[in-house]
């Protein structure tokens, strides 16, 4: 509570206020931004802005959509914008992102120099608390949605009454807790499920919700999860299930952002695997995403092996070019070598 009571007076001594994510946005970041910006913006009349490094998925748009021009700048879009933003506010919050780290390396510079009061508001394990004014971290929550709904709800001029918030942050709050649960899948809480009825019986719309993020892909996104569960899925003899989006398939499908999301999950389903990894390649690295099964911590083979971390059982890396790992078969070979090696132990 004392937290909240800083929150808020914070907010309320603010004249300027950023709102940051990590990069490669999942509904979970574009959602929890979003809500805490349409709060911000209404209910506190405060110039509130969500910056984004890279840009918003396609398959997340909806979530941003209505909100006024300005509002929401996307790095990879406007990074001269995105910059300015951050040099002139007074305030910065960090949703969603244990550390700027996390952003891109021109906003992570800009967000350590300022001198700006720093919160941070994250569900990841090992937060960068030292670099933040002040801190709500809670790994034992569904997401950041959740957590920003309880922060939300104990903010005065809310009283506990969400209908006191606005609608569009109710519905960036379910959806970013619908895509960061796998639609109740995973890492359900009983908060969540309260969360979840309140905020139906407050008029959200989650049929709407269900139908863009899971109803309205693009056709080649359905043929590109068939191509690469088809003929790319490999599963090891110790059970872990890996998957490598090359470009050269990324080319042939006109792949987009945020297209891949939930890909990793789908091998989880086999009951002999144990652990699912997924590369995407980029410009200088693989860009990893690992799921396991109860009793494998995906966090720590993250951290190990591929230079990242996360969630014990959802986590994520990055898998650096260098020499002798510069090809989708070299990322192969050393995915078959550090499963083995972890899964054996």
Not at 2 to 17: E, P, Q, T, Y
Not at 92 to 119: F, G
Not at 245 to 254: A, C, S, V, Y
Request: glycine share 8%.
């Amino acid at each position: 509570m004392n937290n909240v009571k800083a929150f808020d007076r914070l907010a309320g001594d603010s004249s300027s206020i950023t709102i940051t994510v990590h990069i490669h946005p999942d509904g979970d970041a574009v959602g929890s931004g979003t809500a805490l910006m349409s709060y911000l913006t209404e209910c506190r009349g405060k110039d509130t802005v969500l910056v984004v490094p890279g840009i918003i998925p396609e398959s997340l748009a909806f979530i941003t959509e209505g909100v006024p021009e300005g509002r929401v700048i996307e790095f990879g879009k406007d990074p001269e914008a995105a910059c300015g933003r951050i040099r002139e506010s007074d305030l910065l919050v960090c949703l969603d992102c244990n550390s700027y780290s996390r952003t891109v390396p021109e906003m992570e510079i800009l967000l350590r120099a300022s001198a700006a009061p720093k919160v941070l508001i994250d569900h990841h394990l090992n937060p960068e608390t030292e670099s933040f004014s002040l801190v709500f971290s809670e790994t034992e929550i569904s997401s950041t949605c959740e957590l920003l709904y309880t922060i939300l709800k104990s903010m005065p001029d809310v009283g506990s009454k969400i209908g006191n918030l606005p609608m569009a942050s109710l519905t960036a709050l379910m959806a970013g807790m619908t895509t960061d649960t796998n639609n109740f899948a995973n890492s359900v809480w009983p908060g969540t499920l309260e969360m979840a009825s309140d905020l139906l019986a407050a008029g959200v719309d989650r049929d709407g919700i269900l139908y863009e993020l899971y109803d309205s892909y693009r056709e080649n996104r359905l043929r590109l999860m068939a191509y690469l569960i088809g003929e790319k899925m490999k599963i090891t003899p110790e059970g872990a299930a890996y998957m490598v989006l090359d470009k050269e398939t990324q080319d042939r499908f006109g792949f987009q952002e945020g297209e891949s999301e939930g890909f990793v999950n789908i091998p989880l389903s086999v009951k002999a695997v144990r652990m699912s990894i997924f590369l995407t390649a980029e410009e200088d690295r693989f860009r990893v995403s690992i799921r396991s099964k109860r009793g494998i911590s995906a966090n720590r083979f993250a951290m190990e092996y591929f230079n990242g971390g996360g969630h014990e059982m959802a986590a994520g890396g990055k898998l650096p070019y260098k020499e002798g790992m510069v090809s989708p078969e070299d990322a192969e070979a050393y995915i078959l070598k550090v499963s083995a090696l972890f899964l054996k132990k």
